[in-house]
């Protein structure tokens, strides 16, 4: 496996907290949807009115930092490839000091996230991912956004990669081996396979996974029928009931904890009950 880059490891984490964006007026509530905004309503319409809808600060943990500071590293990569350039990984090393520096400014870092292992994986991820899987995939587009209407709703979202074959390419990071495509992935390339106009149907989902030996898993996926459907059914429903003023807490959301949720405490104060503490994951 090829060495990551050497990183500068802070002493002390820094939690800077994050600057709250204006709250959206409440009669522009789902005027305008995401596949993101889908998926955190489905899974805790709470949530997603905090965030989206009252814009409550909701800063990124130590895993979402990594993954975001991979993103950037592989942003830099294909553009650079696309302006005819052949980026060679050894010059990246200032690139990625900065990418963390930016990423990290307002994180929250976890009690129990160990930020310098945090750091060493996103530097070992990235240099995989450029080694390995970067170098074959041939860029038209790189983190490029695209809107339009599903089903009478206006729907956005950004797209990471698009290849010259039309291929949607998106790269996660993860902890553990995925078993398969998910569903909301499946949702959001059906979106996206809607939305940009050269867009094939076909996708590419790239998972670094963190493991002690790290690993590229890579899953090819074909959008269905069905799938265009279900984003025809669900925009609408759920705009409506983000109109109607709809947005239950859902406890047995696996998100549902202290530690994963930084509207915890908000929203034991709204709706009372009990949310999942860190001693309990």
Same mark, same amino acid.
Request: hydrophobic share 40%; charged share 25%.
């Given at each position: 496996?090829?060495?990551?880059?050497?990183?500068?490891?802070?002493?002390?984490?820094?939690?800077?907290?994050?600057?709250?964006p204006d709250?959206?007026?409440?009669?522009?509530?789902?005027?305008?949807?995401?596949?993101?905004?889908?998926?955190?309503?489905? $899974?805790?319409? &709470?949530?997603?009115?905090?965030?989206? +809808?009252?814009? #409550? @600060?909701?800063?990124?943990?130590?895993?979402? %930092? =990594?993954?975001?500071?991979?993103?950037?590293?592989?942003?830099?990569?294909?553009?650079?490839?696309?302006?005819?350039?052949?980026?060679?990984?050894?010059?990246?090393?200032?690139?990625?000091?900065?990418?963390?520096?930016?990423?990290?400014?307002?994180?929250?870092?976890?009690?129990?996230?160990?930020?310098?292992?945090?750091?060493?994986?996103?530097?070992?991820?990235?240099?995989?991912?450029? $080694?390995?899987? &970067?170098?074959?995939?041939?860029?038209? +587009?790189?983190? #490029? @956004?695209?809107?339009?209407?599903?089903?009478? %709703? =206006?729907?956005?979202?950004?797209?990471?990669?698009?290849?010259?074959?039309?291929?949607?390419?998106?790269?996660?990071?993860?902890?553990?081996?995925?078993?398969?495509?998910?569903?909301?992935?499946?949702?959001?390339?059906?979106?996206?396979?809607?939305?940009?106009?050269?867009?094939?149907?076909?996708?590419?989902?790239?998972?670094?996974?963190?493991?002690?030996?790290?690993?590229?898993?890579?899953?090819?996926?074909?959008?269905?029928?069905?799938?265009?459907?279900?984003?025809?059914?669900?925009?609408?429903?759920?705009?409506?009931?983000?109109?109607?003023?709809?947005?239950?807490?859902?406890r047995s959301?696996?998100?549902?904890?202290?530690?994963?949720?930084?509207?915890?405490?908000?929203?034991e104060a709204?709706?009372?009950?009990?949310?999942?503490?860190?001693?309990?994951?």
């Amino acid at each position: 496996m090829s060495p990551s880059f050497p990183v500068h490891i802070q002493t002390e984490p820094r939690v800077i907290a994050a600057a709250s964006p204006d709250p959206a007026p409440l009669n522009d509530l789902g005027a305008v949807l995401s596949p993101s905004q889908v998926r955190t309503f489905r $899974d805790c319409g &709470a949530r997603w009115y905090f965030k989206y +809808a009252l814009g #409550l @600060p909701d800063p990124p943990n130590g895993s979402l %930092v =990594r993954g975001r500071v991979v993103h950037q590293m592989a942003e830099a990569f294909f553009r650079a490839r696309l302006a005819g350039a052949t980026p060679d990984v050894d010059d990246l090393q200032a690139s990625f000091e900065e990418a963390w520096d930016t990423a990290s400014a307002g994180a929250a870092f976890g009690a129990d996230e160990d930020v310098d292992l945090l750091k060493r994986q996103a530097a070992t991820l990235t240099r995989k991912y450029l $080694d390995e899987a &970067a170098p074959e995939i041939v860029p038209a +587009a790189v983190e #490029l @956004p695209i809107q339009g209407t599903i089903a009478g %709703v =206006r729907v956005r979202g950004c797209i990471d990669l698009l290849d010259t074959q039309g291929r949607i390419i998106d790269l996660k990071t993860a902890a553990r081996k995925p078993t398969g495509v998910s569903a909301d992935y499946a949702f959001q390339v059906a979106t996206y396979r809607q939305l940009c106009p050269g867009a094939s149907g076909k996708a590419r989902v790239d998972t670094l996974v963190a493991t002690k030996s790290p690993q590229v898993v890579t899953q090819e996926y074909t959008v269905l029928p069905a799938d265009l459907k279900m984003t025809e059914k669900l925009y609408p429903l759920v705009a409506e009931a983000m109109r109607e003023g709809i947005y239950l807490p859902n406890r047995s959301s696996n998100l549902c904890s202290y530690k994963h949720c930084t509207f915890a405490a908000t929203c034991e104060a709204e709706f009372g009950g009990r949310v999942r503490g860190n001693d309990e994951e």
